[in-house]
Every structure is written in C-alpha cells, then in structure tokens.
C-alpha cells in the first residue's frame, strides 16, 4: 500500500483515452467512427496493462497531480476493479465494432441519411464518455468522486438511450433520468453521513470500517437504495425493460452489459467489508431471490426478443446480489462467484442483445414467434444469440457454468440451502425463456420475408466473438480468479 | 509418454473439427461434406483401436484441464470407457454413411451433420471423463447438441417435441448438477478411479449420501429413460431415423446407463450402495422398466414408437445387470451396452428404410415388406431375433449372463422377469416379421422410389443395416473369442470389480 | 440541548429532500419532477454545507468541495433533462408540426 503516487500512473489511462477519444469524436464530425475505433482499441490496450501491472505488481494507487486526499483525488486498482476495467474493455471492444458496422448498414441501406449521420455522431463521443466514466467508477478511491463518475455514467447513457429518437425511448430515457437523479442524491446524501460519521471520503477506510452505529447504519442504507435503484435490483426494475428494449442495438448492449454493472460494483465495495453482512446481507439476497424469479417469468411472456432479453438482465442482476450472504467469510469463493457471474453475463448478454439488434435490421421487427427462419439469413449472430443462451442458462461449458457451480457449492457448504435452490430453479426458469427464444432462432423454418438491408459481417462476427469468450470463460477460468486475488 | 496424453484430444477433435467445418460449408457442397465426415469418422475408428490396444498392454491415458481451483477437468480412458468410446465411433461410422444417403435431398443438411459431429464428439467425452464434473460438463453438452437435432424437421410436432425432450432433460441435467455439486463439497474432487473414495463418510452422512444418490441416479436416469422418466424418448421420434439411431444407440440413452454405470460402480461402489440400502430400490426401477416399457410397446402400431418402447426397456438390463451385483451380471448388462447399442441400431435403420422406400410408418400396414425389401427385412429380422434373445444372437448373450449372475445372487425372481420380459419381446417383434414376409401385400406402397440397380433402395441406406446385423450375429457367435465385446467385458470386470 | 444553527440546518436539509422526494412521485408533470429532483439535490446541498462546521472554529474545506462539485453536476443533469423535456413534447405534438425534425435530429 505504501506506494510513492508516481509509480502507478499507468492507473489513469484506461479513464484519460476514452475521456480525450470524446472529445476528438466531438469536434471531428466528418469521420467519428475512424476515431471512434481507433480511441476504442487504445483504450483496450491500456485497460490491459492495467489489468496486467495489477496481476504481476499487485494493487496499484495514484494520486492526480500528486495532491493528496481528501482534497486531491486518488485512483486506486485492485484485482476486482482490474477485472471490471478489462470486463469493460473486452466487451466495450466488441461492442465499438458491432457500431462501426451497425451505422455502415444504415446509412447504407436507408434513404433518411441525414438522420442516422446525425446518430452516429452523437454515439461516438457519447459512448467513449460513458466508457471513461465507467472506468472512472471502477478506479476511484474516494466517494465523493465516485458520486461525480455515477453521474457522468448516467448522463451519457441517458443520451445513449434517446439516439433512436422514437417517441417510446424518449420516454423511457426520461423515466431513466429521474430514477437515476434520485438514486445518485440518494447516494450522495448518504456520503454526507459517511463523511459526517468517518471524516474521510475514502472508500478502503469506510468500507473496512463498518461499525453498527446510526449514522453508519443510516448511511449504508441510503447509499444500497441508492445503487439498487440505478443496477435496477427488484423491486426498482421498473424502468430498466423499456429505456433497454427500445434503444438502439448497441446502446442496448451497453446499458445491459456494461452500465448496470458500474452501480452493481460500488454495492460490492460497500458492503465487502463484511462487518454487517452477517445481520443484513440476507435483504439484498432475498431481493435477488425475488428478482430471479420474477425476471424469468416476466422474460417468458414477453412477445419481442429485446423485451425478452431485456427482462432477461432484471433476472439475472438478481444473481448479481443473491450471493451476498456467502460473503461473509473470508475464503472468497462468494466473491469469485459474484464477479464471475457479472463477466460472464456481460459477454453473453451483449451477444445476445447484438445479435437481436441483427434480426431487428434484417426483418424490421423482433416478434419473437416470426424469427423462426432467420437462422438462413444470419447464421452467425444466430449462432451467437444461441451460445449467450447457453451461458444465462449456466449450462457447460461456459462462464455462467463456473459462476453457477461456484455459487451452488459455496451455498451448500455454508448450509444455505435455499439459496442453492434459487439459483438452480433461476437457472431452470432461464432455461425456460431462453429455449423459447432459440427454439424459434434456430428452427428450419423457411422464410418468405426478403431481408430489408444488408448486414454488415463485422456486426454478426462481433457478436459471435462476444458469446465464444462467454463460452471460453467457462474454461480459463484460473487467470480471472487469479486476478480477482489481488487484494 | 506425450502422445498418450495428445490421444485423447485427438480422439475428440476427430469428430470436432470436421463438425465446425461442416458448419461453414456451404449446402450444396454435398461432397466436401461426406468426405470430411467419413474421414472423421474412420481417423476416430483408427484412434480408438490405437487407445484400445495401448490399454490392454497397460498403457494410461489421461489428460487434465485446471478449471477451477481444486477442481480439474480430467479425460482419462480405462477400459469401461474403451468400451463405450468403441461402440460410439463404431456406431457414428454407420450412422454417417447411412444419413449420407437418408438425407439426399432434405434441406439444412449442413446443419444436421455440424450437430451430429458435435454429438458424437461430446458422447466421446462423456466415456473418457475422469471424473464427476468432467462427466457432468459433458452430460449437459449432450443436451444441447441433440436437440437442433431434435428439433431438424421444424415441424410443429417436431418443435414439440424438442420442447418435452429440453423439459425432461434439462431438469435431469439441474438434479444432476445439484448432486454433483454437494458431493463435491462434501469430498472434494471425485475421482472415478479412486475406488472406495466415500466409505469414510458412510457412518457420519448417511442421509446425505443417499440425497446425492437420488439426485445423480434421477439425473442420469432421465437419460437412460428409466420409468417414469422416460415421457421424453418416445416422442422425440419425429425426429429423421438417423437422428433416433444415434439418440438410442450411439449418445442419449447410452450415455445415462452408461452415467448409472459410473455412479453405483466407480462413484458410490457396489458395497457402499448396498451397505446404503440401494441397490435394491434401483434394482425394481430397472425391472418395473424393463415390463412397462416392453407392455406399452405392444400397444403401437407406429414402428418408431415401437422401437422407442423397446429401447426404454431394453436400456434397463444394463441397469438391472448393475444392481444385481455380481461379476457375471455386471458382464452381462455392460455386454448389452454394445450388444442393444448395435441391434437397435439396425432396427432404427431398417425402420428408416421402409419409411424413406415405401412410407409406411404403420406396423399394420407392413404387410408384404420383406418382398419388396428383402435384405433391409433380412437385417430386422435378425436384430429382432436378436432382442428377443434367441442363441447364438446377441441379445441372447446379455441374457444368459444376466441369469446367471441372478442365479448366482440368489435372486431367482429375476429369471421369471428376464422369461416374461423375453415373451413380450417375442410378442411385440414377432409379429411385425410374420407380416412382413408372410403376409400378401394389401394395395400399392405410399409411394415407392424404386430399387437402384442390383439393390432395393439406394445402397448406402442398405449396406449398414447389412453390416450392424451381421455384427449383432458375429458377437454372439464369436462371444468367446478374445476379441469380442464379452471377452473386453470380462477384462473389465475381472480388473477392477472382480475382488468385490 | 440547544437547536443550534448547523443543526437547524442540517434539518432543514434532510427536510428539503424528503419534500423533494415527495414531490418527485406525486407530481403528474414532467417538470414537477424535475423540479423536485433540484429541491432534493438543494437539501442534500444545505446537509453537506452544515457538515464544514463539524468542531471548533476550523471549517473543513471539503464538505464545501463537494457542494460546489454537486451544483456543477445538479446543473448539467437539470440542463439534459429539461433538453429531453423538449424533445418529449415535441414528439407528443401533432404531426402538423413536422417541420420541427430537423431540429430533433441535431439534438440527438
């Protein structure tokens, strides 16, 4: 920990490039999708030496321009905020890719031009902002600065979300808006109590010392229900279905794969100290019970992929807060369950929400009971929806296999059974809403409808790459645990 | 020793890759296709009988994967699983060439053969996992592999029953996991080839032993379609003959009785399951399987459906040999793990071939079959005989050593369930063959393509049934031969179950 | 104990917000609820202020940091939500007004 500030300055790339890709996307209008890649990809590679300095030197501190905390902000990367980082990374390079191509085919395909240039000059800088304040959030140290990066991750997935333009998603945005506002006050007021109980914002001090008095109690209550409301934990899921079902395809993705995990993350860091786990680690559990279930149904009787899929996220952010209870003790198979669910999910469900928005471009619709036959038009994001399936099941070999099986045998060896239960009754109710949308993928129906555009292949491919590494994660999984040690 | 380890790799990637290739290539390249199947399928031949000769001098195979700390995904060949690794590519052989040829002319058949590598190549790992988990990865990949297979025609009966099929499996492959899991918390990893591994827990954990065994038994029995969870199998027979080939004899049911196999001999071990009270539970499955299972196939008149009930009850003597618990009866069902594997695989062809020739689905409408198809009746005939167990067939060998080891135990009862099983084998097979060469054909075939020069339908649909059938006549006549399956058998047991 | 100053307003801080808060799910109007969400942000504002006079004469700087931070902050989101506001209404028109797409398309 005693590190001089200097030595860890490659700490600040993963949130400068992205921050400057932003800006070079909003002032250079004519190609922002060549800038867009090439920010994508750098910001991919120090996301790596990141991930890499932390496995090899253990966790790395940095503090901007050497002013030193409180009033100076610190950086800090430890093997969680490492993985999330490279999460981010891996599955925001995936995404950068599907985009290119994804504006490509419309603006090839479509005669409203001018429309869709004007999208995609709003994407770019948008999504590296969002990319940059995301890294930012995984990276902080102190709280208050934290508060400042949920903001930032708010506002430019808000702006994300109303790019389609269509009367509903504008709608949703603005419900997304104000949920958001409320559960970053709700945040903030909470880090006034932690400040006012602590006198520090810094998040490995309070964290470690969670002592059961009012103040703290009142604090850590403010800020869960603050971060449940924006990672949309039942019962504050209300407006995650519609702002994520009528974005276009890649914001989808994003806003499901990558945003909701930010918020998720800072729930974790809050309560991994432990100190009140034991007495109320059961409330967020139970939640996530409830959200497993209830997400799974709800995903069933939905009549269009995106809905479906989108239902699909509120379930399995259930799985996201059902292990907290196992982390009460130190052996860290709770956490590595927690965290191997939350990348497994965010490959496979990027996949599958890429691979939707392929269907939605070539058919023009997403009912669910007409995509039978699509599977001739577009082999490979078929494919690839199928294989993201596999991984939300939790069915070998995949990440979802691994999280799975380290939730369940951590349940049972704690004697919590009916935790254990849930996860493998979740895991059959997805099973249930998942095959009812592969069954009607994959059937060998033929299709009369003549496909609307082309496709472009780096759209069907990403989406492809994204569910292979869902499936690969469930074999390699040494290397993130071993990341996910540095502590 | 690396290209030991390098084997079993190979044995899987020869039927992988040509399976994801499969997939790329385009549908009407029909002859990269076949050429890439039947090379996968005769590379695999080959490297099977190098791993089968290399463990009858003694040789080990074994490879290991770290997957999670503490936890190892393991291939490992001993000769229970040569046993079943050889029936799979032997059978995957015969399957390629016949759905070659059954598949001319349907649509997706990029598709179907992609599936049907990947199908065998996952069957393959389920023989060579090494222990539990690695069984179970494997196990559930089966699932997902065969149901697109499931699933091929599209129709709605089909998609259907792709439905029931996912349902029964899927709840099986979750009671499976839930088992597997709590074993291994309780013990760690568990290893097939550390025998006696739970003894130490028989005082202290009684009842959590006999949880796990519910949930591993009911999770591979849904597989093997042990009564009652059987409902998937006979309605997954819309599915093409090739497919139902390869869901009874080569991968599904195979690889639950082959999974019952593991758990009560290499998991659990005989004198643990009996000292837990059991075998015998099990043991009265198995039999309620093989009656009910031979009772509902007399009532069909769809000759698919009829095989379907067969298999259901036939699947069982492994189970049955298992549980009666002696050397000879454990010889005796896991010699029927071939011997079923490669009758039913002629008669699933054979069916396939009247379907495709004449379209006659209906056992009533058979009339006159074996004069219009002599040598595709000729095969059934003889795998028909087989089932019911006449000498020399094979059938007959399972049987006779299922016996006797009943006898051995002292459990005579089983004799009488083993006569009447027998007759109603007799009953539900006789009659078809009566009709078929007895009867006067009633009215002109559904339709008829014609015979193809010297034979009566195209030969590829012809040749395999030909050759599993005079396999199926071969390893009865040849039983005592030191190359046939009940001498490999005896091998096994007499190495590793025999001290019991 | 006395109802000293920083508790008065610390207080009225915590109250704010729950009259924001109130006012957030009851209000029918948009921009009711946006203007429920800056009462919010102002009472946690007022909250944090009263945390700089914690002991003694020496006031922390920090508290104030935030404070000044958070307006910056409560002012973009406000400005993003009244945009988005805009955008709301102008789709709810009639489509006589078509001609106002352009400008929609700039915004996005």
Same mark, same amino acid.
């Given at each position: 920990m005693n590190l001089s500030p200097d030595s860890s300055a490659w700490i600040i790339?993963?949130?400068?490039?992205?921050? +400057?890709?932003?800006?070079?996307?909003? +002032?250079?209008?004519?190609?922002?999708? +060549?800038?867009?890649?090439?920010?994508a990809v750098v910001t991919c590679g120090t996301s790596t030496v990141l991930g890499w300095q932390v496995l090899s030197q253990g966790v790395g501190r940095h503090l901007l321009g050497g002013w030193s905390p409180p009033l100076g902000i610190s950086l800090r990367a430890d093997g969680p905020a490492a993985l999330m980082v490279m999460m981010t990374a891996v599955t925001g390079l995936g995404i950068t890719l599907y985009s290119g191509g994804y504006f490509q085919s419309r603006l090839a395909g479509d005669s409203q031009d001018h429309r869709f240039r004007a999208q995609e000059q709003s994407f770019w800088p948008l999504w590296l902002l969002l990319w940059a304040a995301l890294n930012g959030l995984f990276l902080s140290g102190d709280i208050f600065n934290i508060y400042i990066s949920l903001e930032l991750v708010a506002l430019s997935s808000v702006g994300l979300t109303v790019l389609s333009g269509k009367p509903p998603s504008l709608v949703a945005a603005m419900r997304y808006l104000l949920v958001s506002l409320l559960g970053s006050l709700t945040f903030l007021l909470g880090v006034g109590f932690f400040y006012k109980a602590h006198g520090t914002l810094e998040l490995a001090v309070i964290s470690k010392a969670l002592a059961p008095t009012p103040p703290v109690i009142m604090a850590l209550a403010l800020v869960s229900v603050g971060l449940m409301l924006k990672t949309a934990l039942f019962p504050f899921h209300f407006w995650l279905p519609p702002a994520h079902a009528n974005a276009l395809a890649p914001v989808s993705a994003i806003l499901s794969a990558l945003v909701i995990k930010g918020s998720w993350y800072l729930f974790y860091r809050f309560w991994q100290g432990g100190g009140l786990l034991a007495a109320v680690g059961i409330v967020p559990a139970l939640l996530g019970s409830v959200a497993i279930i209830w997400g799974a149904f709800q995903a069933f009787s939905q009549q269009r992929l995106k809905m479906l899929v989108a239902y699909s996220t509120v379930a399995q952010i259930g799985y996201l807060f059902v292990a907290f209870p196992l982390l009460v003790d130190s052996a860290g198979q709770g956490r590595d369950a927690l965290f191997y669910f939350a990348i497994s999910h965010s490959c496979a469900k990027a996949a599958m929400f890429l691979a939707a928005g392929t269907f939605f471009l070539q058919l023009g619709h997403d009912r669910i009971r007409d995509l039978a036959g699509v599977r001739q038009l577009l082999p490979v994001s078929s494919f690839a929806f199928a294989l993201g399936g596999v991984s939300l099941m939790g069915l070998p070999p995949s990440g979802g296999f691994i999280a799975k099986y380290l939730l369940v045998s951590k349940a049972i060896s704690q004697d919590l059974w009916w935790l254990a239960l849930i996860a493998v009754v979740g895991s059959g109710l997805t099973a249930v809403y998942v095959f009812r949308a592969v069954s009607s993928v994959l059937s060998p129906h033929l299709l009369e409808e003549r496909p609307l555009l082309v496709v472009a292949a780096s759209m069907q491919w990403s989406a492809l790459a994204l569910a292979l590494l869902a499936i690969v994660l469930g074999i390699m999984a040494p290397l993130p645990l071993a990341l996910l040690e540095v502590t | 020793m690396a290209w030991q380890n390098w084997l079993l790799l190979l044995i899987l990637l020869s039927s992988m890759v040509p399976g994801l290739i499969i997939f790329t290539l385009a549908e009407s390249n029909r002859g990269w296709r076949t050429a890439l199947n039947l090379c996968g399928a005769v590379v695999k031949m080959i490297l099977v009988l190098v791993m089968i000769i290399g463990i009858s001098q003694g040789q080990r195979f074994a490879v290991a994967l770290p997957l999670l700390p503490g936890v190892d995904?393991?291939?490992?060949?001993?000769?229970?699983?040569?046993?079943?690794?050889?029936?799979?590519?032997?059978?995957? =052989?015969?399957?390629?060439?016949?759905?070659?040829?059954? #598949? !001319?002319?349907?649509?997706?058949?990029?598709?179907?053969?992609?599936?049907?590598?990947?199908?065998?190549?996952?069957?393959?790992?389920?023989?060579?996992?090494?222990? $539990?988990?690695?069984?179970?990865?494997?196990? /559930?990949?089966?699932?997902?592999?065969?149901?697109?297979?499931?699933?091929?025609?599209?129709?709605? !009966?089909?998609?259907?029953?792709?439905?029931?099929?996912? #349902?029964?499996?899927?709840?099986?492959? #979750?009671?499976? *996991?839930?088992?597997?899991?709590?074993?291994?918390?309780?013990v760690g990893e568990v290893d097939f080839s550390r025998q006696g591994l739970l003894m130490p827990l028989l005082d202290g954990h009684r009842p959590a032993l006999i949880g796990i065994f519910c949930l591993l038994i009911s999770g591979v029995g849904v597989k093997a379609a042990l009564v009652p969870l059987h409902g998937w199998l006979p309605r997954a027979m819309v599915a093409p003959a090739p497919v139902s080939a390869l869901l009874h004899a080569v991968a599904v049911v195979k690889a639950g009785a082959f999974g019952i196999m593991r758990i009560v001999l290499d998991v659990y071990g005989l004198p643990l399951t009996s000292g837990?009270?059991?075998?015998?539970?099990?043991?009265?499955?198995?039999?309620?399987?093989?009656?009910?299972?031979? $009772?509902?196939? =007399?009532?069909?008149?769809?000759?698919?459906?009829?095989?379907?009930?067969?298999?259901?009850?036939?699947?069982?003597?492994?189970?049955?040999?298992?549980?009666?618990?002696?050397?000879?009866?454990?010889?005796?069902?896991?010699?029927?793990? @071939?011997?079923?594997?490669?009758?039913?695989?002629?008669?699933?062809?054979?069916?396939?071939?009247?379907? /495709?020739? =004449?379209?006659?689905?209906?056992?009533?409408?058979?009339?006159?079959?074996?004069?219009? =198809?002599?040598?595709?009746?000729?095969?059934?005939?003889?795998?028909?005989?087989?089932?019911?167990?006449?000498?020399?067939?094979?059938?007959?060998?399972?049987?006779?050593?299922?016996?006797?080891?009943?006898?051995?135990?002292? !459990?005579?009862?089983?004799?009488?369930?083993?006569?009447?099983?027998?007759?109603?084998?007799?009953?539900? *097979?006789?009659? @078809?063959?009566?009709?078929?060469?007895?009867?006067?054909? /009633?009215?002109?075939?559904?339709?008829?393509?014609?015979?193809?020069?010297?034979? !009566?339908?195209?030969?590829?649909?012809?040749?395999?049934?030909?050759?599993?059938?005079a396999i199926s006549l071969l390893v009865g006549l040849l039983a005592n031969s030191t190359l046939s399956p009940l001498a490999w058998v005896r091998f096994i047991v007499t190495t590793r179950y025999e001290p019991w | 104990m006395a109802l000293s100053p920083s508790l008065l307003y610390g207080l009225t801080g915590l109250m704010l917000f729950v009259i924001g808060l109130a006012a957030l799910f009851t209000s029918p109007q948009l921009l009711g609820k946006i203007l429920a969400v800056n009462i919010m942000a102002s009472g946690i504002f007022l909250f944090l202020i009263t945390l700089a006079h914690g002991s003694g004469t020496l006031i922390d700087p920090v508290p104030q940091a935030m404070v000044l931070t958070g307006i910056v902050v409560s002012v973009s989101s406000t400005a993003v939500a009244l945009a988005l506001l805009c955008r709301i209404e102008a789709a709810a028109r009639p489509p006589a007004h078509l001609p106002k797409k352009k400008d929609e398309a700039r915004q996005g």
């Open positions: 790339w993963p949130v400068v490039v992205p921050l +400057l890709g932003a800006v070079v996307c909003f +002032l250079y209008k004519k190609k922002p999708r +060549l800038a867009g890649h090439f920010f | 995904l393991v291939l490992r060949a001993d000769p229970l699983s040569a046993l079943f690794v050889a029936l799979s590519s032997l059978l995957w =052989l015969f399957t390629t060439l016949y759905a070659v040829a059954y #598949l !001319e002319d349907s649509p997706n058949r990029s598709h179907f053969f992609g599936y049907f590598s990947l199908c065998v190549t996952v069957t393959i790992g389920i023989a060579l996992a090494g222990n $539990l988990l690695t069984f179970l990865f494997f196990f /559930e990949m089966l699932t997902l592999t065969t149901y697109p297979l499931v699933i091929h025609r599209g129709t709605a !009966e089909a998609m259907a029953a792709g439905r029931v099929y996912l #349902l029964y499996t899927l709840t099986g492959g #979750l009671l499976l *996991f839930l088992g597997v899991v709590w074993l291994y918390v309780l837990l009270g059991l075998l015998m539970p099990l043991m009265l499955v198995a039999t309620c399987t093989i009656l009910y299972g031979s $009772l509902l196939a =007399l009532r069909q008149d769809n000759l698919k459906r009829l095989l379907a009930y067969s298999t259901v009850s036939q699947v069982s003597y492994i189970v049955l040999g298992i549980t009666i618990g002696n050397p000879l009866a454990i010889m005796g069902g896991m010699v029927h793990l @071939i011997h079923q594997g490669i009758m039913k695989i002629t008669l699933f062809f054979c069916a396939g071939n009247i379907a /495709e020739t =004449l379209g006659v689905h209906a056992i009533s409408r058979m009339n006159g079959v074996g004069r219009r =198809l002599p040598l595709t009746m000729g095969a059934f005939t003889l795998a028909a005989m087989g089932m019911i167990g006449l000498p020399p067939l094979a059938g007959f060998v399972s049987k006779w050593y299922l016996g006797l080891g009943a006898i051995n135990q002292g !459990e005579g009862w089983l004799l009488v369930v083993l006569v009447l099983s027998t007759l109603l084998n007799a009953a539900y *097979f006789l009659p @078809i063959i009566y009709r078929a060469w007895f009867r006067e054909q /009633e009215g002109p075939w559904p339709k008829d393509s014609g015979a193809m020069g010297l034979w !009566e339908c195209h030969w590829m649909l012809v040749v395999p049934p030909l050759l599993t059938a | -």
